[in-house]
């Protein structure tokens, strides 16, 4: 039986990396350090902040809300929660994530697509499921804009891990999306939108998920029934094969992101003005956001 390395106890961790091996205690410990030097690094949570935290009531989200709690009394932190509306799904996490936040004792929204659109993410999609991740990304982002305003929050916090970052990395190289490969963001959007922070961007999937089960946080709940159209559900299979092989692989990878946008420097020319959308008024470049574009693709298909 494997003991951990700093006090004898039985392990429940093995770095892939260093090799080390801890115990529940010191794992939690070392995983919470991880969190609040990745929110130290990037200026995440200013003193006063007031954070809106996207909590879906899945085990990142859960995880997310928890260790920020703990790390940060001080800060004022409302949950919100986007409910898609998918059948036989979402009800679950709901509960799930009420649940958490009556324990946690934080005030929770819930906004549904419904709220947003007028209908649920199982009735936009009647007759393209294969659309899913697309149309739920993009509706979910003006979601959790809304609540944010709403709540009056000046931070979004989402429960992305680093998983996700280097996943989406790969997927813009796959999709041959040099613009966001290569986005400088030399606009005036950080005016208009509320920030985004990701303060599990350098925590693993495998980690976070050790973390919520050495503490106790995660329940069984479903799968969301659209992952298999996912691109991303190929890309996670083909990274984790490779992290397992080659440990350090998604660190090399998002931090090999973050060094090129660093060398590419300010755009040339003139910042690019953002302004509102001409039917819902939030922040955009062209006449209609992605979301009422997307809607209105949507409401000619019928």
């Not at 494997?2 to 070392?30: I, M, N, P, Q, Y």
């Not at 950080?190 to 976070?208: H, Q, Y």
Request: include cysteine.
């Amino acid at each position: 039986m494997a003991v951990c390395d700093r006090c004898g106890k039985r392990a429940v961790w093995r770095d892939t990396e260093s090799g080390e091996a801890l115990c529940g205690e010191h794992f939690s410990a070392w995983y919470e350090h991880l969190v609040a030097e990745t929110v130290c690094r990037y200026g995440m949570i200013p003193a006063g902040s007031r954070v809106a935290v996207g909590l879906s009531g899945g085990k990142d989200s859960t995880v997310l809300l928890s260790v920020l709690v703990k790390l940060y009394p001080d800060t004022e932190f409302v949950a919100v929660t986007v409910d898609e509306g998918i059948a036989d799904y979402r009800d679950e996490t709901i509960r799930a994530a009420e649940t958490l936040v009556k324990r946690l004792g934080v005030e929770h929204r819930i906004l549904s697509f419904a709220d947003v659109c007028g209908k649920t993410l199982d009735e936009l999609l009647a007759a393209a499921p294969e659309r899913a991740c697309s149309v739920c990304g993009t509706l979910r982002r003006r979601a959790l804009n809304l609540a944010a305003r709403e709540a009056e929050a000046d931070r979004i916090a989402t429960g992305h891990c680093m998983d996700d970052e280097a996943q989406s990395v790969l997927m813009n190289y796959l999709r041959g999306d040099i613009t966001r490969v290569a986005e400088n963001y030399k606009t005036n959007a950080g005016d208009l939108f509320i920030p985004r922070i990701k303060p599990l961007c350098r925590c693993t999937e495998r980690a976070t998920v050790a973390y919520g089960m050495v503490n106790h946080l995660l329940t069984s709940l479903p799968e969301c029934p659209y992952t298999r159209y996912a691109l991303r559900a190929g890309v996670r299979s083909e990274l984790g094969l490779l992290e397992y092989t080659y440990p350090g692989t998604m660190l090399a990878i998002v931090e090999g992101q973050e060094e090129l946008l660093a060398k590419l420097g300010p755009a040339v020319g003139e910042v690019r003005r953002m302004g509102v959308c001409e039917r819902c008024g939030e922040p955009t470049e062209n006449r209609l956001c992605a979301a009422c574009t997307l809607l209105a693709k949507l409401e000619e298909r019928g």
